[in-house]
């Protein structure tokens, strides 16, 4: 199976000297296409800094990432830009939307940007799954915080892209709507052959995903497949324990 996102012996470092911190700690993984991965560890394992690295928004200190088969070490920044336009969309902690448009302009921005013809039937139907229907007019100032999450997850959605990166994407949403947004993505990895990596602290949300991949100390300690919320919860438990025993 082919690997739109391939890390291989990444690492992270921030910082010199005695004070510096390793992210991540020589990483090798794959997400391979057309599957949905969650990404779970403790607080301050690299999980974010495996997303950032991956998408080509951070640099790794060593190592190499392939995006959709392209090395992005030596890239500049355009052509960063560029190759994430093409082939990846986003739904991070901060919701990036354009404040003087609306709703809907919001959700196809990337696809106009590429200068795609927005698919108008499609973009509807994600931003009333999302539970926007009767707010495709409304200005992100008129809208609340979750309201906000929603409009960037549509945006994703609507795009269509090879793979789609996200970071806590239901934190800020009503259960429902989670839920609904949860199916959404799963739907887009099955139906649609998308890579999804999507990084949370929620073991319901990670059984959403077709696998679970656990960090600890900025290395992969687990990969498990068919997750279900309660096996997700006791390998989180597991490895909190681990970590309060060690040295």
């Given at each position: 199976m082919n690997a739109p996102v391939q890390l291989t012996e990444v690492r992270k470092v921030y910082g010199t000297g005695p004070g510096a911190v390793t992210a991540l700690d020589g990483v090798t993984y794959g997400f391979a296409e057309g599957t949905f991965t969650a990404v779970m560890g403790p607080s301050g394992s690299g999980k974010s800094t495996?997303?950032?690295?991956?998408?080509?928004?951070?640099?790794?200190?060593?190592?190499?990432?392939?995006?959709?088969g392209r090395s992005l070490r030596g890239l500049n920044e355009t052509a960063l830009t560029e190759l994430r336009r093409e082939h990846v969309?986003?739904?991070?902690?901060s919701f990036n939307l354009m404040p003087t448009l609306t709703v809907r302009q919001n959700v196809v921005l990337p696809?106009?940007?590429?200068g795609k013809s927005p698919d108008g039937a499609?973009?509807?139907e994600v931003i009333r799954r999302v539970g926007l229907g009767d707010r495709v007019r409304h200005r992100p100032s008129e809208l609340s915080g979750g309201q906000q999450q929603r409009v960037a997850i549509a945006r994703?959605?609507?795009a269509r892209t090879a793979i789609t990166f996200a970071d806590e994407p239901t934190g800020a949403l009503?259960?429902?709507?989670?839920?609904?947004?949860?199916?959404?993505l799963r739907e887009q990895s099955r139906e649609l052959g998308q890579t999804i990596a999507m990084v949370t602290h929620d073991p319901v949300a990670a059984s959403y995903a077709?696998?679970?991949?656990?960090?600890?100390?900025?290395?992969?300690?687990?990969?498990?497949?068919r997750p279900t919320a309660e096996s997700v919860a006791a390998h989180l438990a597991q490895l909190s324990s681990r970590s309060k025993v060690s040295p």
């Amino acid at each position: 199976m082919n690997a739109p996102v391939q890390l291989t012996e990444v690492r992270k470092v921030y910082g010199t000297g005695p004070g510096a911190v390793t992210a991540l700690d020589g990483v090798t993984y794959g997400f391979a296409e057309g599957t949905f991965t969650a990404v779970m560890g403790p607080s301050g394992s690299g999980k974010s800094t495996l997303l950032h690295c991956a998408a080509g928004l951070d640099s790794p200190t060593s190592g190499d990432v392939h995006l959709v088969g392209r090395s992005l070490r030596g890239l500049n920044e355009t052509a960063l830009t560029e190759l994430r336009r093409e082939h990846v969309a986003f739904v991070f902690q901060s919701f990036n939307l354009m404040p003087t448009l609306t709703v809907r302009q919001n959700v196809v921005l990337p696809l106009t940007l590429a200068g795609k013809s927005p698919d108008g039937a499609w973009v509807t139907e994600v931003i009333r799954r999302v539970g926007l229907g009767d707010r495709v007019r409304h200005r992100p100032s008129e809208l609340s915080g979750g309201q906000q999450q929603r409009v960037a997850i549509a945006r994703a959605l609507a795009a269509r892209t090879a793979i789609t990166f996200a970071d806590e994407p239901t934190g800020a949403l009503d259960t429902t709507t989670a839920l609904e947004v949860l199916s959404l993505l799963r739907e887009q990895s099955r139906e649609l052959g998308q890579t999804i990596a999507m990084v949370t602290h929620d073991p319901v949300a990670a059984s959403y995903a077709d696998r679970v991949v656990f960090l600890v100390d900025g290395r992969i300690v687990a990969d498990t497949e068919r997750p279900t919320a309660e096996s997700v919860a006791a390998h989180l438990a597991q490895l909190s324990s681990r970590s309060k025993v060690s040295p």
